[in-house]
């Protein structure tokens, strides 16, 4: 499956956004989505998940309580809503997919489909 994200930009501190991931298949329903990202210098670190059924979720510390990871399988698309930014939340973020084991959901090794990646940059 590919994958296509998107709705980044340049915000202000507090303020929200909303990214996107388009998926180019169906089987969309038969994998857990993610998103991760990366700052400038640093590793590419977990966000978020949500499971393929029922609608479990997961998130990072530093995210929980203002992110929020949705997906609509009649659009094959995975949202992330994110509130109250900040500037440490400046990164590429990426979309990914998975079928392995909910217990790899953290694990870049958990998803073999990634986006492009879109960048967020929030200002102070």
């Known amino acids: 499956v590919q994958l296509q994200a998107s709705g980044g930009g340049l915000v202000q501190a507090g303020d929200s956004l909303r990214l996107s991931c388009a998926a180019s298949?169906?089987?969309?329903?038969?994998?857990?989505m993610a998103w991760f990202r990366q700052a400038p210098g640093k590793e590419r670190v977990f966000v978020a998940v949500?499971?393929?059924?029922?609608?479990?979720?997961d998130y990072a510390d530093s995210v929980k309580g203002r992110f929020t990871i949705s997906r609509d399988n009649a659009k094959n698309t995975a949202y992330l809503q994110m509130n109250s930014l900040k500037p440490e939340d400046t990164a590429v973020y990426y979309c990914a997919a998975g079928r392995t084991v909910w217990g790899s959901r953290a694990s870049n090794v958990g998803y073999n489909h990634w986006g492009q990646g879109t960048l967020v940059t929030v200002s102070s």
């Open positions: 949500i499971r393929r059924t029922g609608g479990i979720t």
């Open positions: 298949e169906p089987t969309f329903r038969d994998y857990n």
